[in-house]
């Protein structure tokens, strides 16, 4: 291997961990906003007013 091998492994190397660490830092984000996104639903599901346990129990079935 050349100097000019070594430096282009180098550079790529870089690059690679530079895109790695771009791809945390996006992933990060992304789990932010579901988190943020889970506690609204959650919050909005809190809202909605209770409804009779005796619904739905059943269902009609025709052949």
Do not use: F, H, R, W
Not at 10 to 15: E, S, V
Not at 23 to 36: I, L, N, R, T
């Amino acid at each position: 291997m050349d100097v000019t091998s070594v430096a282009n492994m180098a550079t790529l190397m870089a690059q690679g961990k530079a895109l790695t660490e771009i791809g945390y830092a996006v992933m990060d984000m992304q789990m932010d906003d579901m988190k943020m996104e889970g506690a609204e639903v959650a919050q909005l599901i809190s809202t909605v007013p209770s409804v009779d346990p005796n619904i739905g129990g059943n269902i009609d079935v025709s052949v």
